[in-house]
């Protein structure tokens, strides 16, 4: 982030820790650079979960280092929800960040909610992969994600904690070929085996870890 910014690792970690504020230029780039935005004026689109905890955050007046602290969710996390990046919370996360901000309003809690929903199965959740306490212990298909978003990995388990653990030992699974991941709960064993069996066939090439089920003629 300082190298982004052109400003020292000091800066920054004074900013978090709610001893200063950076001038408004430096605010204008920090929004650029957090959102995504190929340029300053423009005006991406922000999901109802990164509008909520931004808005709530500042008017508590809380850096995101507090924040982080009074909610125990961690900054990394708290930066990816803000700029976006992650845009579907687990039960979990978002009941800390509600116990330390307030509730989330209806409204927003309905757009999240509806933007999550997969029809016939439940709602898609966000999570990181490199943070044991959110990696789900429960039955379900998980898709892994490098810095770009791009999906990299696609799996499915009885337990998604357990086999992200397997993962760890292997030479890919460190950051940026895994950045970020989804997952979704699904119970009938044989379901997420076809799941999982068509993501990688639509994915093809781009499924650049697990290919073992793409048709190649």
């Known amino acids: 982030m300082a190298a982004k910014l052109g400003v020292s690792q000091g800066a920054v970690s004074i900013w978090e820790r709610g001893k200063g504020i950076p001038t408004e230029k430096i605010s204008q780039e920090l929004k650029r650079v957090l959102t995504g935005a190929t340029a300053p004026e423009e005006n991406p689109i922000v999901s109802p979960i990164s509008a909520w905890v931004t808005s709530a955050r500042i008017s508590k007046r809380l850096s995101v280092g507090e924040l982080a602290e009074k909610s125990g969710v961690t900054p990394p996390a708290i930066y990816r929800i803000e700029a976006g990046i992650t845009r579907n919370l687990r039960d979990g996360t978002k009941?800390?960040?509600?116990?330390?901000?307030?509730?989330?309003?209806?409204?927003?809690?309905?757009?999240?909610?509806?933007?999550?929903?997969?029809?016939?199965?439940?709602?898609?959740?966000?999570?990181?992969?490199?943070?044991?306490?959110?990696?789900?212990?429960?039955?379900?298909?998980?898709?892994?994600?490098?810095?770009?978003?791009?999906?990299?990995?696609?799996?499915?388990?009885?337990?998604?904690?357990?086999?992200?653990?397997?993962?760890?030992?292997?030479?890919?699974?460190?950051?940026?070929?895994?950045?970020?991941?989804?997952?979704?709960?699904?119970?009938?064993?044989?379901?997420?085996?076809?799941?999982?069996?068509?993501?990688?066939?639509?994915?093809?090439?781009?499924?650049?870890?697990?290919?073992?089920n793409v048709d190649r003629k």
Not at 136 to 141: F, L, S
Not at 153 to 159: A, R
């Open 95 to 212: 009941r800390k960040l509600e116990k330390a901000l307030g509730e989330m309003p209806k409204a927003a809690a309905k757009e999240a909610a509806d933007e999550a929903l997969v029809s016939g199965l439940g709602s898609l959740e966000d999570f990181d992969p490199h943070s044991e306490d959110e990696r789900p212990a429960e039955p379900g298909i998980y898709v892994l994600y490098d810095i770009s978003e791009r999906p990299i990995y696609v799996g499915e388990g009885t337990n998604v904690k357990k086999r992200i653990r397997d993962h760890e030992e292997k030479f890919w699974f460190k950051r940026p070929i895994v950045d970020s991941a989804s997952w979704i709960k699904v119970q009938d064993d044989k379901l997420r085996k076809q799941i999982e069996t068509i993501l990688i066939k639509f994915l093809k090439s781009n499924a650049v870890i697990n290919k073992q």
